[in-house]
């Protein structure tokens, strides 16, 4: 399944599925592009991460995606665990001050 | 061994009183920070401290007031409480700023 960041929406899939998050990010000059993870009751983990100089990367069972035309990062995750339910967020930054911009959440639940 | 470690996790307290949440990082991170999440996920940016020096102040009301004794310590200190700063507080570090930020596991304030 896929969703459309930046408010909070769910995204609902079946276990062994594979999901795609997505995020439209706001500034043009973003340089550096990070994934987190949020389960329920814990902090954002860092999942991966890309620069503005590549338009994929992989890690294990995920990837991004970057496509800097139309301001579009995505995350995908292969084979969809229930370990995988969570708030995931992407964040940018840019300029001197290197300041992270996030963006609001997409929840992931999981169905067995 | 925890990274970045904050306490306390859980924090019931009166209007009008006044409270402190603590935070240490072992990473050797230059870089720390004091998150605010809402109920609806959004994460927002208090403060952020670079080798002490505060670099980010974003708008946040006057009571809150962080303190960074040493690079490893960047404690958060609320006066006068209200029940709208109720929420979760993270707190953070990163090597330098805009690397990648590794979270606490929170503290939950509830303002009564």
């Known amino acids: 399944g896929e969703s459309v960041g930046l408010h909070l929406p769910t995204l609902s899939v079946q276990e062994g599925d594979n999901s795609i998050i997505n995020c439209a990010y706001s500034?043009?000059?973003?340089?550096?592009f990070i994934w987190y993870k949020q389960e329920s009751g814990k902090g954002p983990q860092f999942i991966i991460d890309?620069?503005?100089n590549m338009d994929k990367r992989q890690g294990q069972r995920v990837t991004v995606l970057l496509n800097k035309t139309v301001k579009h990062l995505s995350l995908q995750i292969a084979a969809t665990q229930p370990g995988d339910s969570a708030v995931y967020f992407c964040?940018?930054?840019?300029?001197?001050?290197?300041?992270?911009?996030w963006g609001l959440g997409t929840s992931l639940a999981v169905n067995p | 061994d925890t990274a970045v470690s904050q306490t306390p996790k859980y924090l019931v307290t009166q209007m009008g009183n006044d409270k402190s949440i603590k935070c240490e990082q072992n990473?050797?991170?230059?870089?720390m920070y004091w998150y605010k999440q809402d109920s609806k996920k959004f994460l927002k940016i208090m403060f952020s401290?670079?080798?002490?020096?505060?670099?980010i102040n974003e708008t946040v009301p006057n009571r809150f007031s962080p303190k960074s004794p040493d690079k490893a310590h960047l404690n958060l200190h609320i006066n006068s409480l209200e029940l709208g700063d109720s929420a979760v507080y993270f707190c953070?570090?990163?090597?330098?700023?805009?690397?990648?930020?590794?979270f606490g596991e929170g503290s939950w304030l509830t303002v009564v």
């Open positions: 964040a940018e930054t840019a300029g001197n001050n290197r300041k992270l911009i």
């Open positions: 500034n043009s000059a973003s340089d550096y």
């Open positions: 890309i620069r503005s």
């Open positions: 990473l050797g991170h230059d870089t």
């Open positions: 401290y670079n080798n002490k020096e505060l670099i």
């Open positions: 953070a570090s990163s090597p330098s700023a805009g690397n990648t930020i590794y």
